[in-house]
């Protein structure tokens, strides 16, 4: 390379917004993995990536919807919200 010159640098992976997350999870997941994902309930303590979340839904029958009515970003969100409470 010239001298100079700048190796492109990849940009930081998105963040998920942890307030969104969190709505995203009350309207959609707290009917069946309870209102706090602390307590772990089905296991929802896995969903702390969008790749494992769309893994879920696409074997978890009552959760196949979401694949299309959850938004990339609302996933993103989601997952950022469940790590925050991992113990």
């Known amino acids: 390379a010239p ?6 640098v990849p940009p930081p992976p998105p963040v998920g917004d942890t307030a969104a997350g969190s709505v995203v999870y009350a309207n959609n997941c707290a009917g069946c993995h309870d ?4 307590t772990n309930r ?3 303590l896995n ?9 879920a839904y696409q074997s978890v029958g009552s959760m196949r919807s979401f694949s299309t009515t959850l938004s ?3 996933n993103l969100n989601l997952a950022a919200y469940i790590l925050s409470r991992r113990p």
């Open 3 to 8: 001298l100079g010159a700048c190796a492109a």
């Open 47 to 55: 969903g702390v990536t969008p790749a494992a979340l769309t893994a």
């Open 72 to 74: 990339a970003t609302d």
């Open 42 to 44: 089905l296991r929802v």
């Open 35 to 38: 209102r706090d994902p602390r």
